[in-house]
């Protein structure tokens, strides 16, 4: 839950929103966003995922399994009770069984009664306990590396509704600017001025736009069904602000971030694994180790009233020759983890310069089109627009100025996203978040 309180805080920081922080620690999840249609932010998908998400839910059950595992590791060996009879009937003509004429009896009954147990050498009892407690960080930071994988996972569908919702306004502009073209071109036909050939293909163009809209409005509802179902209820009644799409962190260099990269959960989690084959390794040496067993007890046999003091021990041979084998596979398990560690940073580092770069190269793409392109484009299209309507430029013009700025609007808001994506893939793999506040592109 500490982790959890932190995930959120980072987020929370981005947003300048530290009174929601405390809605959603303090108040049930279900209370966050509970009515249809309201306004549902990123620190609220957050919350309910982490408070909801059934994947985060099977651990508190294993650390109870582990408490269990615990108390059985910390047993000593148990004390067993044996008792054995013995009846001995001595028949009339049998010479060789026939009992002691001094002792005067037919029959006699022996009764055993014996206490056993195991004295463990080689601190076994300890090394059990330690393997528990491995067992129980590894668990700790698989939690912590499976939050934060929930984490990155929410703000990455979070982007994709924001894109989703962004493209639907795009296409709803994309409809007004073939109706107005349909206007003007028939206008024009109306004057004889342009052929009819011209305002079918714009009444084509109208019906081709009010198809992607439709088909822009289900890949909303998909990416919110999607989002939705992160924290088990899937709906996609519930709104954005579409404008956090172009709301961005300021990036750190990247020898900074690989440095908290080598210090992330995914990362961690391999000392805690180390841990937990060094343990296994050292219940193993200690099992070469031989138990002594060890007996003590009473024989008594009233026909003749005597009584007899059992003991004894007994003593396994070539123990450690025997577990040799298993003392081999637990080192190789352990060198195994650090080869896979090792694997694992040389693998983050490219991975982690990719997601860098490409994220600077969308922050480039949404500067350039939004301060330079698309101002120039929009402002092409009113002349070309105009210029049409007085027969001065050809339907063509028309038409490519329209969807020169449409393309130009669609690839910011593609590079927005691309923004968010590889954001919450540094993040993931860095386990902070980028920067503490969030910076409006817009301005």
Not at 104 to 127: M, P
Not at 397 to 408: Q, T
Request: hydrophobic content about 45%; aromatic content about 6%.
């Amino acid at each position: 839950m500490d982790l959890y309180r932190t995930l959120i805080a980072s987020v929370i920081r981005r947003h300048a929103a530290w009174l929601l922080v405390v809605t959603i620690l303090c108040l049930p999840a279900q209370s966050v966003f509970a009515q249809k249609g309201d306004l549902l932010t990123l620190p609220d998908a957050i919350g309910l995922t982490l408070a909801q998400n059934p994947e985060l839910s099977v651990y508190p059950v294993r650390k109870r399994g582990l408490e269990g595992a615990e108390q059985t590791a910390a047993l000593k060996p148990a004390l067993e009770l044996g008792i054995e009879t013995e009846y001995k009937h001595f028949s009339e003509d049998s010479s060789d069984n026939a009992p002691d004429p001094e002792d005067g009896a037919d029959n006699e009954f022996e009764l055993t009664v014996t206490l056993s147990s195991v004295i463990e050498l080689g601190n076994k009892r300890r090394a059990r306990v330690d393997v528990v407690n491995a067992q129980r960080d590894l668990l700790i930071a698989d939690e912590q590396a499976r939050a934060l994988d929930l984490l990155a996972e929410v703000i990455r569908r979070y982007a994709q509704v924001l894109a989703a919702q962004e493209l639907v306004v795009l296409g709803e502009e994309k409809v007004v600017l073939a109706r107005e073209t349909l206007n003007a071109v028939s206008a024009r036909v109306s004057a004889a001025a342009s052929p009819v050939s011209e305002r079918m293909r714009a009444e084509s163009a109208l019906a081709k736009a009010k198809l992607a809209e439709k088909g822009n409005k289900r890949m909303l509802v998909y990416y919110k069904l999607a989002l939705s179902a992160l924290w088990g209820q899937p709906a996609p009644d519930y709104q954005v602000d579409s404008s956090e799409l172009y709301r961005f962190e300021p990036g750190a260099s990247f020898h900074v971030l690989y440095e908290q990269a080598q210090e992330n959960p995914a990362i961690a989690r391999f000392a805690s694994e180390e841990r937990l084959q060094a343990s296994q390794l050292r219940l193993t040496q200690a099992n070469s180790r031989p138990d002594v067993g060890w007996y003590a007890g009473l024989r008594a046999n009233p026909a003749v009233d005597e009584t007899a003091i059992l003991a004894g021990f007994n003593v396994p041979l070539f123990s450690a020759k025997r577990n040799r084998g298993a003392v081999i596979t637990a080192m190789t398990e352990l060198d195994e983890v650090m080869l896979r560690r090792e694997a694992t940073l040389l693998q983050l580092y490219p991975q982690l310069y990719l997601a860098v770069t490409s994220r600077e190269q969308a922050l480039g793409t949404v500067s350039t089109l939004q301060d330079s392109v698309i101002p120039k484009l929009r402002q092409a299209l009113r002349e070309v627009d105009r210029a049409y309507r007085r027969g001065r430029d050809s339907y063509v013009d028309l038409i490519s100025a329209r969807e020169e700025l449409l393309d130009a609007e669609r690839a910011r808001i593609e590079a927005a996203r691309s923004i968010l994506l590889f954001g919450a893939e540094i993040e993931q793999l860095t386990a902070r978040p980028l920067g503490l506040i969030g910076v409006d592109s817009s301005k």
